[in-house]
Structure formats: C-alpha cells, structure tokens
C-alpha cells in the first residue's frame, strides 16, 4: 500500500531543490565575473605571470584608428563592462598612470558586457551612439563617473554630460533594443582570448590574468621603452 509523502518531506525536497538550482546559478555566474579583490579570483589566477598574445593587433575593431603601437605608443586594450565597478576602477587607474608618467598610450575599449548586470547592454549601445558623434571616450568618463546612477538616469543626461551635440539622434539611436555590432566584436575576441572577466586586460601585446590596479605606472614605463613587463 503506498502512502503519502509528508508534508515535511516534501517541503525539504523543496528546498533541497532550490538550493541546487541557487548553486547552479552561483557557478555560472562565476564563469562570467568580475576582477577585483574578491576571493573568487583564485590563487591560480593571482600567480600567472603575463602572456604574450601573438595575434594581440588582431584583436583591434578594423575601423579603430590605431597606429598598431610602432610610433612609441603603448596600447591598452581593455574588455569591460560599463556596469562593472572594477572596470571602473582600472579606467580610473590607467588614466592616473598615464598622468602621472607622461607615456602616450592608446587605448582600445572592447565591450564585454556580464549577463548578471542588467545595464550593461543599454550602456554599451549608448557608448555606440555617443562614439557615432565623435564622443565616445567622454561618454565612458561620464558612465564610470555615474555608475551608481545607472538605470537612475536618463542615456541623454549621460549624453549631455559628454557633450553629444546632437542630442536627438543620440536618443533616437540609444533607445533601440538590438545588439550593436561593437558589442557582438567584443565578445567574439573575448572568447577567442579566453575571457573570464572583466575588466580583461592586455598591454602591448601583454595578457594580465588579474587587472594591474596598482602597478600601471611600472608597466605603461616599461611597455614604452619596449621591456617585458615587470615581475
């Protein structure tokens, strides 16, 4: 004769379940994360010393109008997400570094929006339509300044702060849904690099397996006198 589950067992199995499906949803997220000091960047990751990509120049949009690094500049390609706030950190960071030791340096914003982060996406496209107007750089100064603002504020009044000029066609252009093409790229040459995080950093050629936050000075010095980097 069979009898009926308790109402208690049936309640654990419950729970069990969502618990399972919770740790499926950590693990995944974890395969797309963020560089920063958390502890879920392991120590095999921490110990990496750099990597040189050989097909690092590929890795730059056709239509950049990079000079590929020969005339001394030293190039930074970053793959970041404009929610992430250890993205904004190294975008802090680099542009410190670049004050503070006069190197010229290009840098190459290749977007790679997380999935856990709902604004990424809009905020990209939003970048898209401010570099259509030749404000591409301004707008991420002004995203990163705001970020906590994301999803508060209005992509024009972002806009506005990075001197779009025509502020019409930036918000025609920002409220479409569709994927823009740049952020499509960025996560095609994630993949091919490997990325399991943002922000992904490569410094002439250099592939750092954990941001540089801290050390940008060093390595922007040695990477413009063509040195491999630091240790």
């Known amino acids: 004769m069979l009898y009926p589950m308790p109402q208690a067992t049936r309640f654990e199995m419950i729970v069990t379940a969502l618990l399972t499906l919770a740790a499926l949803g950590v693990a995944a997220a ?10 879920v960047v392991g120590a095999r ?10 097909y690092w120049k ?3 949009p056709p239509d950049d109008s990079l000079a590929s690094g020969d005339d001394g500049t030293v190039v930074v390609i970053e793959f970041s997400d404009l929610e992430c706030p250890f993205c904004r950190r190294f975008h802090d960071a680099l542009g410190r570094a670049r004050d503070e030791t006069g190197v010229r340096v290009r840098s190459v914003f290749l977007h790679y929006p997380l999935p856990q982060h709902r604004f990424a996406v809009p905020a990209a496209r939003a970048a898209e339509c401010a570099r ?12 990163f300044r705001g970020q906590d603002s994301l999803g508060l504020k209005a992509w ?7 001197g779009v000029p025509d502020s019409a066609a930036f918000e025609r252009c920002a409220s ?24 992904t950093v490569i410094i002439d050629g250099w592939r750092y397996y954990v941001p540089p936050y801290d050390s940008l000075a060093q390595i922007l010095r040695a990477a413009a006198q063509r040195h491999a980097p630091p240790q």
């Open 176 to 199: 479409s849904t569709s994927q823009p093409r740049a952020v499509t790229s960025g996560l095609a040459s994630g993949e091919r690099v490997g990325v399991t995080g943002t922000p």
């Open 132 to 143: 259509d107007q030749g404000r591409f750089n301004p707008f991420l100064d002004a995203v």
């Open 45 to 54: 990751d921490r110990s990496r010393a750099p990597e040189f990509l050989e």
């Open 58 to 60: 590929d890795l730059v």
């Open 156 to 162: 024009s009044r972002f806009g506005a702060e990075a």
């Open 30 to 39: 974890v395969l797309h994360r963020e560089f920063g000091t958390s502890p």
